[in-house]
């Protein structure tokens, strides 16, 4: 069976014959798929100021448009400094004055994919 749907479900075998009866059953969970993950940060032009703590968020998106991805874990690189969360978003306070990389690796069920 191919599942089209991410979701719960629980498959269930019946088998009988002229003596008896038996039924066995699974629970199976069907993920989505990740295609893209993007940083967004609440100031235009990702120009944010100094000293000031800024909230910056995991968007993403998946193959069948559900956010059904079971466990995620988020992996925030600022200027090779590390920080894994199991929540889409990161508050950080830039120090100094200058152009920064963020790096964002989102982990999942089904693989790893990063965003810059």
Do not use: C, M
Not at 42 to 52: A, G
Request: aromatic share 12%; no cysteine; proline share 3%.
């Amino acid at each position: 069976h191919i599942y089209h749907t991410p979701g719960e479900y629980i498959v269930s075998l019946r088998a009988t014959n002229t003596l008896e009866e038996g039924l066995a059953s699974i629970h199976i969970s069907v993920y989505d798929v990740l295609e893209s993950v993007e940083i967004v940060s609440p100031y235009s032009h990702s120009i944010v100021p100094i000293n000031t703590p800024v909230t910056l968020h995991a968007n993403f998106t998946t193959k069948y448009g559900t956010k059904y991805l079971g466990f995620l874990s988020y992996q925030w690189t600022f200027e090779g400094t590390t920080v894994t969360r199991e929540v889409e978003y990161i508050t950080h306070v830039f120090t100094s004055i200058g152009i920064f990389n963020v790096n964002l690796n989102v982990s999942y069920i089904g693989g790893v994919v990063q965003s810059l």
